[in-house]
């Protein structure tokens, strides 16, 4: 079936920091969905992608969509406190359920 | 607009027993969907509705699981027996429908906590 593999699985940042976290697909997708999960919260929609080479930006997140279509990555820039939490992919290969990875979960020290 | 709604939001149950999930999705939202996650590991689909109907049920670990959406509006999500390996969070979602197959948002409820012991 189709997998979609996401690392790194913990990121420890300093605030102001930079990150990225990324996403690599087994097979070709239709789109892309990102997802943010808050500590004792659920999945919150952040962005989609559809586009082969699509960029996203979101203030201090930038969704970056691969050419291939199998890979994607989300960049946050000067992290802040309130970006705690699990961030997921979720690929679509032309049909409505969502895999996802297995997130990032970061945490930020001030 | 209200969201998704679930409950219960935990279940503790012992193994053998039964226990129902329900999912009420944003309303007039055609497509809902249950996933779960399983400690440690990723959020995997289970099934989708589209309005009544199982529109893909191919997540569905085994036949102990039966989801049912009469009426197209809530849904239940039914184990029984229950076994040690179902503990995690039970997750739906809803979307809306209606456009270009697998582009629309799907929104999660707050999800189900089960706890088989």
């Known amino acids: 079936g189709q997998q979609v593999m996401q690392i790194p699985q913990y990121q420890h940042v300093q605030e102001g920091e930079d990150f990225t976290t990324y996403c690599n697909s087994s097979t070709t997708l239709s789109n892309i969905q990102w997802y943010k999960q808050r500590p004792g919260g659920h999945p919150v929609f952040l962005i989609q992608l559809v586009k082969s080479g699509e960029v996203k930006k979101q203030k201090r997140l930038t969704f970056q969509f691969g050419e291939a279509k199998k890979n994607s990555s989300l960049h946050i820039t000067a992290t802040q406190t309130t970006d705690v939490g699990t961030y997921f992919c979720?690929?679509?290969?032309?049909?409505?359920?969502?895999?996802f990875g297995a997130g990032t979960t970061v945490t930020v020290r001030a | 607009e209200a969201g998704v709604t679930q409950f219960p939001s935990h279940s503790v149950i012992e193994k053998g027993q039964t226990v129902t999930l329900r999912c009420d999705p944003i309303s007039g939202h055609d497509n809902l969907y249950w996933y779960r996650r399983v400690m440690g590991k990723e959020i995997k689909f289970l099934l989708h509705f589209v309005k009544e109907s199982k529109q893909d049920e191919s997540g569905m670990p085994n036949n102990r699981f039966l989801a049912e959406r009469t009426g197209g509006t809530y849904s239940t999500l039914k184990v029984q027996p229950a076994e040690l390996e179902d503990s995690g969070v039970y997750f739906c979602a809803s979307s809306l429908g209606g456009v270009v197959q697998g582009t629309d948002t799907q929104y999660f409820g707050p999800g189900t906590r089960l706890t088989v012991l």
């Open positions: 979720a690929g679509r290969r032309g049909d409505y359920k969502l895999s």
